[in-house]
Nanobody, 121 residues
């Protein structure tokens, strides 16, 4: 059974840090990524990493967020620093073997249940 399990969300003040984790079971895919969805908005791409450690980020988080991956543990992480109130959202882990576009959520085959990140001003 394929499962992606996120953890690490919570409430933090602006300027603070959080680290999200996503443990994958039942699959081993090339790409693992993070998306986020704020209330009333679409699910947006945040970051992605492949098995070789190559990464890509949306512009708004570059320099603040770092995605990493432990292939032995089949786990992906998102270290979030200098958090801003506009980072508040439900964060989702996703995985796909191959995709035409790694920033499009409909290209991903597997999803976690999401974890809430709230940044207070």
């Amino acid at each position: 059974q394929v499962q992606l399990a996120e953890s690490g969300g919570g409430l933090v003040q602006a300027g603070g840090s959080l680290r999200l984790s996503c443990a994958a079971s039942g699959l081993s895919t090339t790409y693992m990524g993070w998306f986020r969805q704020a209330p009333g908005k679409e699910r947006d791409f945040v970051a992605v990493i492949n098995r070789n450690g190559n990464t890509d980020y949306t512009d708004s988080v570059k320099g603040r967020f770092t995605i990493s991956r432990d292939n032995a543990k089949n786990t992906v992480y998102l270290q979030m620093n200098s958090l801003k109130p506009e980072d508040t959202a439900v964060y989702y882990c996703a995985a796909v073997q191959r995709a035409r576009s790694l920033v499009a959520p409909d290209q991903y085959d597997y999803w976690g249940q999401g974890t809430q990140v709230t940044v207070s001003s």
